[in-house]
């Protein structure tokens, strides 16, 4: 699977939008963008994904990038429950280990009143 | 209705002893995983089942042997258990294994080991 790269930490204000960043440069073709959230003390839970074209759900938005070396998540209206770690995960869609999530250290968001 | 479930939430237990944890989900899923976080916050994948046949094991020593009695539970036996066991264990199940998917995770076990 391919690396990612997130801030360690991000701050946003209630009601506001929070854009978190992922860097993938390492991206390859038939490589998925998967972003999950882990709120403290409880299981990963899955947020959206996408292979190139922009995506949006009930809970967010994801942009990639054209080149596809980088997305990013859009909580539009992020609320104090939204603060979690939040992980940006690159994975394969064919056999093998390519079944499993690899997670990085995340990006701790902490939503402020 | 709980879509995946683990027994015990928390486990206390000697180092030497066997312990079981155990994992169902009554989504219809067809694949069943065990992930590790250790105390660094970092998640691991153990194992991966698919339809009852192991299709992803890590490096994890053999003291750790999953059981896929049906396509709904996944358990996890661990033998002979060390502090270094100690961490929260996750169980999670997929629709199909290799398709752009979500995985559904479970609240988590937190073991410790004495």
């Known amino acids: 699977d391919a690396k990612t790269t997130q801030p360690t930490s991000m701050d946003c204000a209630e009601g506001r939008a929070a854009n978190l960043p992922c860097n993938h440069s390492?991206?390859?073709?038939?490589?998925?963008v998967y972003w999950y959230r882990q709120i403290h003390s409880q299981g990963p839970q899955y947020i959206i994904h996408?292979?190139?074209n922009n995506e949006t759900n009930e809970m967010a938005s994801l942009i990639i990038t054209e080149d596809r070396k980088s997305s990013t998540l859009i909580l539009p209206h992020a609320t104090l429950r939204d603060t979690a770690v939040y992980y940006c995960?690159?994975?394969?869609?064919?056999?093998?280990?390519?079944?499993?999530?690899?997670f990085g250290k995340g990006t701790l968001l902490t939503v402020n009143p | 209705d709980t879509a995946v479930s683990q027994t015990p939430k928390y486990l206390v237990t000697q180092m030497g002893n066997d312990k079981s944890i155990k994992c169902e989900q009554n989504l219809g899923h067809d694949t069943m995983y065990w992930y590790k976080q250790d105390s660094k916050k970092f998640l691991k994948i153990m194992f991966s089942?698919?339809?009852?046949?192991?299709?992803i094991n890590e490096t994890v020593p053999n003291r750790f042997s999953p059981k896929s009695p049906d396509k709904a539970h996944l358990n996890l036996h661990i033998n002979s258990l060390e502090l270094g066991d100690s961490a929260v264990y996750f169980c999670?199940?997929?629709?199909?294994?290799?398709?752009?998917?979500?995985?559904?995770f479970g609240p988590g076990t937190r073991l410790t080991v004495l």
């Open positions: 390492t991206i390859s073709g038939n490589e998925y």
């Open positions: 996408g292979l190139k």
């Open positions: 995960i690159v994975r394969g869609n064919s056999g093998g280990s390519n079944y499993k999530l690899t």
């Open positions: 089942y698919n339809n009852k046949e192991l299709i």
């Open positions: 999670a199940s997929s629709p199909l294994a290799g398709v752009p998917n979500e995985q559904f």
